[in-house]
């Protein structure tokens, strides 16, 4: 949607491009930052959740008389008081805010308390009785499948299925068969959770005339607004979320939640303004974090690399509810087809309940783990052919405007550069294969979608929309229903309008997050915000900018296309003595045109996937590529490993800021390396969480990571703006199985299930006779 | 935010009050030092005092006092970070330098203390957790409950001794004092602790611990400490390895000390080594001592991985050997 103001020659930019520090960091650094819990407000409630301690349970009564009877105590809500399904996919609402009949996991919420400080409230949680009927319970996915296995949901239709998908592309059983090598594995990928520094805190408050404002550490306010207003039966129009600076969400809060249901219930019943905030422990059973998957993958090829087919058959345990489920259940087949070409291909996806806190979407949805799954089989691959695997990857890398066999449309990719990056800096010519025992290197590649080509709920309005508001002052406003949450989001949308408009940074005030004030954006999921947001501002700048530089045409008697709008001032591209200061030119627009501003808007195109039954879930107007290689070590003595370096490059199209592209790059190579190697989200088969808590839920620390180099491969994206694409994400997904393959190389063990502890590298160590 | 539970807070400034203070009703008063340890476990729900006694305004519990043998004498009140950097400790007592250097983090070492450390709690993953967690769980022997999920016909608590500096301690032969209101007694660090997380050391309830008395190294001592942590920062030790050898100025061993922690409750002292007294330092003997740590040393679920700790073991102690460094006089 290029349709640069430049007259002649390629689009040179004065702002994109350059490397920028995130406006919001400085204050996020010196703790001046003000989350959700920092905000208070005048007799102010504090609310605490009951939970579940039974895995699965029959909630027989509830009596909370004790609770009410404590001095400081205004009010207890259960189930009963919103008794409406929710659930962020409109086809799979299976969630109440508080368990209405049964209880579903440890942790399940099942009643609520509002109290003036929270140490009362806590106290008074702990004093409502509950009389639960205890019933059997599953933890694990193959046992939610037995015939007669207790069932979750009663009126789920499918047992204990959340989704179901098997789709064929080609003819695999040919393809495989006319393989001269096949390789194979069963994988397991453990839970992992996101681990954001906030926890999830939310402020309801309810004024008399009835609007209902709920501040909320989320990553979708959009979503929030419609569930509040239909679970507590509000009219649309008269609920206002507000998301203050969110610290860090990686997909933890795209959802709605028990707090944000409950502290606006609350605050309706009592009048006042009502916070929940988490605990740490609670976090965790919030979780939806990354799923639990049991992969089979079987990847044939040629004598000469030609990759063949992929046969991929995954069980997914989702936990007690559906969440983002439907959609992971695609991704978890849908998003290894790129960046190689295959044959054919044929994916099985089931998604199964089981108590335990509901899985959704971390960093990488749903496609993390079979991208593991993939890389790895295909490294056994090359060992079979006696290829190297890079030189596999690259016999197969797709060409632009080449389709998926799942029929994605590809309009740009980099991978053959980023393979070309990674091997070159590495030195791994020189070490694949060659290091001695205990150090090895491995590659891997992935692609990432830079949004969803569909919106959740099906609608044909803009998936985003962003307003920008010109001042006399020269100061330039945006307003855009973003999710910013420490990614960049709003510095994204102040340098497209820098660019634009030609005005200084610090001219430029971001107003993200606040139903009232912004046009609607779907939130800070899939990677979308750039391609969306950043699409729907530039249409706004651009509008802005024609209208400005028409003006000051008029006063130059020059054509619009010769007015330059950058670095503060309006110039004659022809005679560059000819200048006015910005805020002259908006002083001159606006009383030539009245108040100025300017409404963009973003929706994806429709002839970019295939019209078969899911086609659209995965599908995406650009498409991110990301190789890793990784080099490590391990003590053959104890089995420790320690990745020692990871060098990432990545193609997220026109990098708009290197500075947090190369942040995000990084921040994903640390995620899915920790992942790799520490990480693990376990419910113990009594149904309680191994250890609910940063200490025992293992992120690594800064002295645990290995030296991080990232890379950045540009190409130039007809769809993104300015020709960018998606970082957010992508860069998570080789780390794992580069780390798995490095394994491989250092000590010849393949380890097939995550993450990569000590205790099995020994005992598969052992197991060959080598330690 | 977990709650604290509600209790009455004193701060004493000397010795005297405290001990006063803390005899008034000690079964339900508890002392604070640094606090690393007993917030986290009174916001848990473990304890719930009466009355909490804060110990860092007690100057008297700071000190480093020099004994005119060579010898250092502790305050309980010392932090982490000063025993990690104390030239004198870092010379004479490389190993508990070592040992205070790797527990948790910068910050938490500049707040804890080494009484703290020599007192806390043993650990175990059925009992550090909220009291929502193990309220689901149904308790332990330990606390709100009748078995140990860790050794289920178990009587007694076999939650894992996890204090970086006790074994270094033992191994130098360090004594503690505890004061009362009843008087002042002196135990070797070894004699501390009682093998029974239910009541995990000897302290009584009225008895503050004020200092730790190291003897002056002897003359070829050579000390090191190892510890086997998941993350190279934050966390517990899985396993953790004291060792002291006396060596003559042949390189013959005439003492061999050797201390393994995050077992079940008690520091292990590996026994029976007497027989390799009287041969040369050489990677054979650091083989046979290696071997005898991993025939006496059994890790327990408490902290998990416990088949994969046992296999450890052995290479843990022959690195903890490797690095054993000389006591100097800086
Ligand atoms: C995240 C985290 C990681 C940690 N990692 C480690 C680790 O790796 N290794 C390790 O050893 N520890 C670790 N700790 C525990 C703790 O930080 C240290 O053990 C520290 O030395 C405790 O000292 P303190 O002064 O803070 O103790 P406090 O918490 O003040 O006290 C601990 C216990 O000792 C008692 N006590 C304190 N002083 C005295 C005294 N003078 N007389 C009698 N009783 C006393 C208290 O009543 C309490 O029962 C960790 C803690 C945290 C939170
Ligand atoms: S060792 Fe047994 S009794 Fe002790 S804390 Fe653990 S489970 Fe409880």
Not at chain 1, 229 to 247: A, N, T
Not at chain 2, 47 to 74: F, M, N, Q
Not at chain 2, 192 to 221: C, I, Q, S, W, Y
Request: glycine share 10%.
């Amino acid at each position: 949607m290029d349709d640069s103001p430049a007259p002649d020659g390629p689009r040179t930019f004065s702002r994109i491009g350059q490397r920028s520090p995130n406006i919001r960091s400085f204050d996020a650094v010196t703790g001046r930052t003000r989350y959700t819990d920092d905000l208070s407000f005048p007799g102010m409630l504090h609310a605490k959740l009951l939970r579940s301690p039974h895995a699965h349970a029959r909630i027989v009564s509830i009596d909370a008389t004790d609770a009410l009877a404590m001095p400081g105590v205004h009010a207890v809500i259960t189930g009963k008081d919103m008794p409406v399904r929710y659930g962020v996919i409109p086809w799979t609402q299976d969630e109440y805010p508080l368990a209405l009949d049964k209880a579903l996991f440890v942790g399940d919420p099942v009643a609520c308390v509002a109290a003036v400080d929270e140490a009362i409230a806590t106290r008074a949680a702990a004093a409502i009785r509950v009389v639960y009927e205890v019933l059997p319970h599953i933890t694990e996915p193959e046992a939610a499948l037995e015939p007669g296995a207790p069932k979750l949901h009663e009126s789920n239709k499918h047992g204990n299925i959340t989704k179901s998908v098997q789709l064929t592309f080609g003819d695999l059983d040919a393809q495989m068969a006319a393989s001269d090598a096949v390789a194979e594995g069963h994988y397991f990928f453990e839970g992992m959770t996101h681990g954001a520094l906030e926890p999830h805190c939310a402020i309801g408050l309810w004024e008399p005339h009835g609007v209902l404002t709920v501040w909320s550490a989320t990553q979708v306010a959009h979503y929030l607004h419609r569930e509040l207003s239909r679970v507590l039966d509000l009219p649309y129009d008269r609920v206002r979320v507000i998301q203050p600076p969110v610290g860090g969400a990686f997909g933890a809060k795209s959802e709605p939640f028990a707090l944000e249901f409950c502290v606006g219930k609350l605050a309706m019943l009592t009048g006042r303004p009502v916070k929940l905030l988490y605990t740490r422990e609670e976090v965790f059973y919030a979780h939806r974090g990354r799923h639990p998957m049991k992969m089979h993958f079987r990847v044939g090829a040629k004598a000469d690399g030609t990759l063949t087919g992929c046969d991929a058959k995954t069980l997914i345990d989702g936990g007690a509810y559906a969440s983002f489920g439907l959609v992971t259940t695609y991704y978890s087949g849908q998003l290894v087809t790129a960046p190689l070409r295959l044959g054919a291909y044929r994916l099985d996806s089931t998604r199964v309940y089981t108590n335990k806190p509901a899985c959704g979407p971390k960093r990488g949805h749903g496609s993390v783990q079979p991208r593991f799954a993939f890389e790895v089989t295909l490294d056994k691959l090359a060992e079979k052919l006696g290829l190297d695997p890079i030189e596999l990857r690259r016999r197969n890398v797709l060409d632009v405007g080449e389709r998926t066999i799942n029929e994605f449309l590809i309009k740009s990719i980099g991978f053959r550069e980023c393979l070309d990056r990674v091997e070159a800096a590495s030195g791994w010519k020189q070490k694949h294969g060659k290091l001695p025992l205990g150090r090895g290197v491995g590659v891997a590649g992935s692609f990432y979608i830079s949004g969803t080509n569909y919106p959740i709920y099906p609608n044909e309005m803009p998936q985003s929309a962003v307003q920008i508001k010109v001042d006399r002052s020269g100061r330039v406003t945006v307003f855009s229903g973003l999710s910013e949450m420490g990614q960049g989001a709003d510095t994204m949308l102040a340098m497209i309008t820098s660019e634009e408009l030609g005005v200084d940074l610090a001219a430029i005030r971001v107003l993200s997050g606040d139903t009232d004030l912004s046009p609607v954006d779907l939130g800070g999921y899939s990677s979308r915000t750039t391609m969306m947001a950043g699409n729907a501002c530039l249409h706004a700048a651009r509008q802005l900018s024609t209208s400005i530089r028409a003006v000051v045409a008029e006063k130059w008697a020059c054509a619009p296309k010769h007015v330059a709008l950058a670095g503060g001032y309006a110039t004659e591209r022809q005679d560059t003595s000819r200048r006015m200061s910005l805020g002259e030119a908006f002083r001159l627009a606006e009383a030539k045109l009245g108040a100025l501003g300017a409404m963009g808007s973003y929706n994806t195109p429709k002839d970019v996937h295939g019209d078969y039954r899911g086609g659209t879930i995965g599908a995406s107007p650009a498409y991110s590529f990301t190789a890793h290689i990784a080099e490590v070590t391990v003590d053959l003595e104890t089995g420790v490993p320690r990745v020692e370096t990871i060098w990432a490059a990545h193609d997220a199209g026109k990098p708009l800021n290197p500075m947090i592209v190369e942040g995000q790059m990084e921040g994903s190579a640390y995620m899915g390396f920790a992942e790799a190697i520490l990480e693990e989200h376990v419910i113990r088969p009594d149904g309680l969480h191994r250890g609910p808590s940063l200490l025992d839920y293992r992120m690594p620390t800064s002295l645990d990571t290995p030296d991080l180099y990232s890379m950045l491969v540009e190409t130039a994206d007809p769809e993104g703006p300015f020709g960018a694409k998606e970082a957010g994400e992508g860069p998570l997904h080789s780390s794992i199985p580069a780390i798995a393959n490095a394994i491989y190389d250092a000590v010849g063990v393949r380890i097939d299930a995550l993450p990569f502890s000590p205790d099995k590298i020994l005992r598969a160590l052992r197991a060959k006779g080598a330690a | 935010m977990l709650p604290l539970p509600d209790f009455e807070w004193l701060a004493p400034t000397t010795l005297a009050d405290l001990v006063r203070a803390l005899g008034e009703h000690p079964t339900d008063t508890l002392l604070l030092a640094g606090g690393t340890d007993l917030l986290p476990n009174l916001k848990h729900g473990l304890h719930a005092p009466k009355r909490v006694i804060g110990l860092r305004r007690v100057r008297e519990l700071s000190l480093i006092e020099e004994s005119a043998d060579g010898g250092l004498t502790l305050g309980s009140g010392v932090t982490l970070d000063t025993l990690a950097n104390d030239a004198r400790i870092l010379a004479r007592y490389p190993a508990l330098a070592r040992a205070a250097s790797l527990v948790a983090s910068p910050q938490l070492r500049r707040m804890g203390t080494l009484g703290g450390n020599l007192c806390l709690d043993t650990r175990c993953a059925y009992i550090n957790q909220t009291a929502f967690w193990r309220g689901a769980l149904g308790g332990c022997l330990k606390r709100d409950g009748d078995v140990c999920h860790v050794v289920p016909q178990g009587k007694r608590c076999v939650a894992a001794f996890s204090a970086d500096t006790p074994a270094p301690l033992i191994t130098y032969d360090a004594t503690v004092e505890l004061v009362s209101v009843r008087g002042a007694r002196t135990l070797p660090v070894a004699k501390l602790f009682g093998g029974d997380g239910v009541k995990n050391h000897v302290r009584e309830a009225d008895e503050v611990l004020t200092r730790v008395t190291l003897p002056a190294p002897a003359r070829g001592l050579r000390s090191a400490y190892e510890k086997l942590r998941a993350r190279q920062a934050i966390d517990f030790p899985l396993l953790s390895i004291a060792a002291a050898l006396t060596v003559g100025d042949d390189e013959v061993v005439t003492d061999i000390r050797l201390v393994v922690g995050a077992l079940g409750a008690l520091p292990r002292v590996v026994r029976k080594l007497e027989a390799h007294v009287g041969k040369p330092v050489s990677p054979e003997l650091f083989d046979e001592l290696a071997r005898a740590a991993h025939t006496q040393c059994h890790p327990l679920s408490s902290l998990g991985a416990e088949a994969w700790r046992q296999d450890v073991v052995a290479p843990m102690v022959k690195r903890t050997l490797a690095a054993l460094r000389a006591s100097t006089r800086e």
